[in-house]
């Protein structure tokens, strides 16, 4: 059981939030602050026509080990307020700054036990977070650990391995419509739009892009900030993940400063999901709408579970210790 309370976060617009606490009575509890992957995406992980529910399936797990969560609509998407479109990465670090401070404050909330959970873009955000405001934990769920421009390139070099593999009828359509290179140029192009214009929206073949957040992610190298991480993390990515390299797991072990804990789940996806389709990025991205049909990966709720369990164990200890010193 619990209690979930609807809260509004006064950042630079208006953040809509569920603060969820577990059944108790003038108690405090360990929170985890949930932090969003990329696109216009609500508290629960959902955009539209694309119903993750992570957040939504993750607040009960934590919930029913006896932590708070925090999870809010990202700005200008459900009920918060400013415009999607208009805004960068920076905005959305101090968003989840917001959010964090916020539910630090709450009377409910001991302050001295909270955890960022990322997933995909949220595990670049949780790192600049905690440059401004140290928490006690990290999880990263499907995080990348190099500078978004390479991330990008290596998933566009996957794309074209792809139509590269293609056999038969279709894979000659595809060089004979030279597919390749109107990818390719597209890219190109848009990339000449982006640089070239200081608007934070921009139109290209009539659909809006949010030119702010695209400029401002070539600037972000994440391994920076996960050097000055001395806090406890977890990490797990799937096999299946064609948006990130599992390989970044041994990175962000390697660079942080605390004890990391690392997962790889097999046939797992970048949506927290297994599939039995063979490792091929359009294959997967296909599947990814059919995938959202079932809940989030068992396995790795009982590796967040059995962590989140040795971690409390840890912070219950060393505070015994603390008090048997005084």
Same mark, same amino acid.
Request: no cysteine.
């Given at each position: 059981m619990s209690k979930e309370l609807e809260v509004t976060?006064?950042?630079?617009?208006?953040? &809509? &939030? &569920?603060?969820?606490?577990p059944n108790g009575r003038d108690e405090k509890f360990p929170l985890v602050v949930m932090v969003h992957g990329s696109g216009p995406i609500d508290r629960d992980s959902n955009a539209k026509g694309m119903p993750m529910n992570i957040f939504k399936e993750l607040t009960e797990l934590v919930v029913a080990e006896r932590f708070a969560s925090i999870r809010y609509d990202k700005r200008g998407v459900g009920a918060s307020k400013g415009d999607y479109y208009e805004m960068g990465v920076y905005d959305l670090i101090d968003d989840a700054r917001a959010v964090l401070e916020f539910a630090k404050n709450h009377p409910n909330i001991d302050s001295e036990n909270v955890i960022l959970l990322g997933h995909s873009e949220g595990c670049i955000i949780a790192p600049y977070v905690y440059e401004q405001v140290p928490v006690h934990a990290m999880i990263l769920l499907a995080g990348t650990a190099e500078p978004l421009p390479e991330t990008t390139k290596w998933q566009r070099e996957e794309i074209m391995k792809d139509l590269r593999s293609v056999k038969g009828f279709q894979g000659w359509l595809l060089r004979l419509l030279k597919v390749e290179k109107k990818i390719t140029k597209m890219n190109d192009d848009?990339?000449?739009?982006?640089?070239?214009?200081d608007d934070p929206v921009i139109k290209y073949k009539g659909k809006k892009i949010n030119a702010k957040w695209n400029r401002e992610t070539s600037q972000f190298d994440?391994?920076?900030?996960?050097q000055k991480v001395t806090c406890p993390v977890l990490a797990i990515t799937g096999t299946k993940d064609v948006n990130v390299k599992v390989g970044d797991l041994e990175k962000i072990k390697a660079l942080v400063q605390g004890e990391c804990e690392t997962h790889i789940i097999q046939?797992?996806?970048?949506?927290?999901?297994?599939t039995d389709v063979e490792y091929s990025m359009s294959k997967i991205m296909n599947q990814n709408k059919k995938s959202l049909k079932q809940p989030v990966d068992p396995e790795l709720k009982d590796k967040i579970v059995k962590w989140l369990r040795n971690w409390k164990t840890r912070q219950i200890n060393s505070d015994q210790k603390v008090m048997l010193v005084k």
């Open positions: 976060i006064q950042g630079q617009y208006p953040l &809509a &939030a &569920a603060l969820t606490l848009l990339f000449k739009l982006l640089q070239e214009s994440v391994s920076k900030p996960l046939d797992m996806t970048h949506m927290l999901r297994k």
